[in-house]
């Protein structure tokens, strides 16, 4: 049999060399654009309709539970007692222990050293109301117990709150007066808690993202084309969720009392059709003054009420219900996926809305408040809040969720 002759090994060699390098360059020249990953094909982003690649479908599944939740306690210390339904004498706490399990796929528990590590140097911040504030705080106290306790803070900015994972450093002497930088093999977990965190989660509060002012007799105006008021906090920030659907379609009372576009007054407004509009001004900032190749921003669907029968729908309620075969789609999220759909920067659009809907157990009810054994006898008595929710609880999956899209 004759041998290969030397030239074809040459041959072969070069080819492979060049594959090589060639692979190496490209991947080189797209680390700028290192926000938008490959796993970012598997999130739910509308803007991309013919995506082939397969992707986990999230918002799909069911309620498992699992003995080994929550991830914290109750006595977490960036909680407020709104949400501390344990301490505040709910009996039960199996709504503590109930996972999302997607169907066909799965999202994993949340690690605070993998996040920390992640986000190192990166400043996350929720915006939107009091809902996404419940979230900010389920965040926090994800993390909270792997930061000691002298290396985190909380400050305060306007209408802002940054929990603050504090700089950490560790340096070893070296010749004359100089340090250096310790740098030897060590586990994952000591070089999270060895890195200069240098990162933020943060909370600003703008429940309608437009601007909401006083003015004529002390009238309540909604400017649906103005935006900055609000919008300038968000500047310079890494990872950007929003949320607002609720102050659009207040039941009980409506949140403004006119709305303004331009110099024009509508007294009487369509709340959706006004919600449309607002969220157009809100994408045109977005498209105007933020790189995608330096800000991931993600909008989260808004989060179910089980507020029926004057609030005590959510009442004594100790499990989640069963799947929906046809789940309500509310109206908000039409609104807001239309909008998406005309965007220019890709905004990933995380829908916890009908998974949050099987979760009537999951809300304070009138557990929103201390309870004492008194108070119990007549419970009628007390508003029950079937909005917001009890943390540990159903917020930390959404984190999960969130954690997994980064």
Same mark, same amino acid.
């Given at each position: 049999? =004759?041998?290969?002759?030397?030239?074809?090994?040459?041959?072969?060699?070069?080819?492979? #060399?060049?594959?090589?390098?060639?692979?190496?360059?490209?991947?080189?020249?797209?680390?700028?654009?290192?926000?938008?990953?490959?796993?970012?094909?598997?999130?739910?982003?509308?803007?991309? *309709?013919?995506?082939?690649?397969?992707?986990?479908?999230?918002?799909?599944? %069911? $309620?498992?539970?699992?003995? #080994?939740?929550?991830?914290?306690? @109750?006595?977490?210390?960036?909680?407020?007692?709104?949400? =501390?339904?344990?301490?505040?004498?709910?009996?039960?706490?199996?709504? %503590?222990?109930?996972?999302?399990?997607?169907?066909?796929?799965?999202?994993?528990?949340?690690?605070?050293?993998?996040?920390?590590?992640?986000?190192?140097?990166?400043?996350?911040?929720?915006?939107?109301?009091?809902?996404?504030?419940?979230?900010?705080?389920?965040?926090?106290? !994800?993390?909270?117990?792997?930061?000691?306790?002298?290396?985190? =803070?909380?400050?305060?900015?306007?209408?802002?709150?940054?929990?603050?994972?504090?700089?950490? &450093?560790? &340096?070893?002497?070296?010749?004359? =007066?100089?340090?250096?930088?310790?740098?030897?093999?060590?586990?994952?977990?000591?070089?999270?808690?060895? *890195?200069?965190?240098?990162?933020?989660?943060?909370?600003?509060?703008?429940?309608?993202?437009?601007?909401? &002012?006083?003015?004529?007799?002390?009238?309540?105006?909604?400017?649906?084309?103005?935006? %900055?008021?609000?919008?300038?906090? $968000?500047?310079?920030? /890494?990872?950007?969720?929003?949320?607002?659907?609720?102050?659009?379609?207040?039941? /009980?009372?409506?949140?403004?009392?006119?709305?303004?576009?331009?110099?024009?007054?509508?007294?009487? @407004?369509?709340?959706?059709?006004?919600? %449309?509009?607002?969220?157009?001004?809100?994408?045109?900032?977005?498209?105007?003054?933020?790189?995608?190749?330096?800000?991931?921003?993600?909008?989260?669907?808004?989060?179910?009420?089980?507020?029926?029968?004057?609030? $005590?729908?959510?009442?004594?309620?100790?499990?989640?219900?069963?799947?929906? @075969?046809?789940?309500?789609?509310?109206?908000?999220?039409?609104?807001?996926?239309?909008?998406?759909?005309?965007?220019?920067?890709?905004?990933?659009? *995380?829908?916890?809305?009908?998974?949050?809907?099987?979760?009537?157990?999951?809300?304070?009810?009138?557990?929103?408040?201390?309870?004492?054994?008194?108070?119990?006898?007549?419970?009628?008595?007390? #508003?029950?809040?079937?909005?917001?929710?009890? !943390?540990?609880?159903?917020?930390?999956? $959404?984190?999960?969720?969130?954690?997994?899209?980064?």
């Amino acid at each position: 049999m =004759t041998k290969p002759s030397s030239s074809l090994f040459l041959i072969f060699f070069v080819a492979l #060399s060049f594959n090589f390098f060639h692979s190496n360059s490209s991947e080189f020249n797209l680390e700028d654009l290192s926000w938008l990953s490959e796993m970012d094909q598997e999130v739910n982003m509308v803007q991309n *309709q013919h995506a082939s690649r397969r992707r986990c479908d999230f918002t799909s599944g %069911e $309620w498992v539970f699992d003995q #080994s939740y929550p991830l914290y306690d @109750s006595s977490c210390p960036y909680l407020t007692t709104a949400v =501390t339904c344990k301490l505040n004498g709910r009996p039960d706490s199996d709504y %503590e222990k109930w996972r999302w399990m997607p169907h066909g796929c799965s999202i994993p528990r949340f690690d605070a050293l993998d996040f920390l590590g992640r986000m190192r140097r990166k400043r996350i911040m929720l915006v939107g109301d009091s809902i996404m504030r419940n979230q900010w705080e389920s965040l926090v106290c !994800l993390v909270h117990s792997v930061i000691p306790t002298a290396r985190r =803070t909380v400050t305060y900015n306007g209408p802002s709150m940054a929990f603050h994972a504090l700089v950490m &450093k560790l &340096k070893i002497p070296t010749s004359g =007066t100089r340090t250096s930088t310790l740098t030897v093999m060590l586990t994952p977990k000591m070089k999270c808690l060895l *890195q200069d965190y240098e990162m933020s989660i943060e909370f600003s509060w703008a429940p309608l993202l437009v601007e909401l &002012k006083k003015g004529f007799g002390g009238k309540r105006i909604l400017h649906l084309d103005l935006i %900055e008021e609000n919008a300038k906090y $968000w500047r310079g920030v /890494d990872v950007l969720v929003f949320d607002s659907a609720h102050w659009w379609t207040h039941s /009980d009372k409506s949140s403004w009392d006119l709305t303004m576009e331009g110099n024009t007054v509508f007294r009487n @407004s369509n709340p959706m059709v006004a919600y %449309e509009k607002g969220l157009f001004t809100w994408a045109k900032w977005v498209d105007l003054n933020l790189d995608p190749r330096k800000t991931r921003v993600i909008f989260r669907s808004m989060s179910p009420r089980h507020n029926r029968g004057n609030g $005590w729908k959510c009442f004594n309620q100790k499990e989640p219900l069963g799947s929906a @075969s046809q789940p309500h789609v509310p109206e908000q999220l039409l609104v807001l996926q239309g909008v998406l759909r005309r965007m220019r920067f890709p905004v990933y659009l *995380q829908d916890i809305t009908a998974m949050s809907a099987l979760r009537r157990d999951g809300h304070p009810s009138v557990y929103a408040r201390a309870m004492g054994e008194e108070n119990k006898q007549h419970l009628k008595d007390y #508003s029950s809040d079937c909005s917001h929710w009890c !943390l540990p609880g159903v917020p930390d999956i $959404w984190n999960e969720m969130f954690s997994a899209l980064l």
